[in-house]
């Protein structure tokens, strides 16, 4: 069991969401700055390509025009490689945009890399987690250990709320 001083520190509502510059998955750059003014969503999950990953970065695909409807942006992140991120999205035909964070800088400073169990083993790695931000750049909302299914009509229904 790991103690608290071993769990990372994390965001929590009504905290700045943390400055970033990461590339997507053309290598085109995003930070917070282009994000200032505008919502946005960003799922932090494991790894391209697998089972649950797949499932939800399709679900947040097929729940895109939901997103653009309210002028909220969408983000995967994950420490995948940029090549990685083009690979998933073209093999699995993903709308969203996915950006690296290869060192987990940015998964860190929200509480989405850290000491987790899977599968009954201690590791230190992704935590499924999901981020909503106002347009003030506040964060307004956080879903931790997500589990995929239902998850992506949760995000929905706040957006739309």
């Keep these: 069991m790991f103690t608290d001083l071993e769990k990372p520190k994390s965001l929590s509502i009504g905290d700045e969401f943390p400055a970033f510059e990461l590339q997507d998955e053309n290598g085109d750059p ?3 700055d282009d994000l200032k003014g505008r919502r946005f969503v960003m799922f932090f999950y494991p790894k391209d390509n697998t089972s649950g990953c797949t499932r939800e970065a399709k679900e947040f695909t097929e729940a895109l025009p939901l997103f653009e409807e309210k002028g909220v942006l969408l983000f995967g992140v994950s420490k995948d490689s940029v090549k990685s991120h083009r690979n998933f999205i073209d093999k699995q035909e993903l709308g969203v945009r996915l950006l690296s964070d290869p060192d987990h800088v940015l998964m860190e400073k929200v509480g989405a890399w850290g000491p987790k169990i899977a599968y009954g083993r201690a590791s230190v790695g ?15 909302n956080i879903w931790r250990n997500v589990r995929v299914p239902g998850h992506v009509e949760d995000v929905v229904a706040h957006i739309t709320s």
């Design 30 to 32: 995003v930070s917070i």
């Design 126 to 140: 992704a935590i499924r987690t999901t981020v909503s931000v106002d347009a003030d750049g506040i964060v307004d």
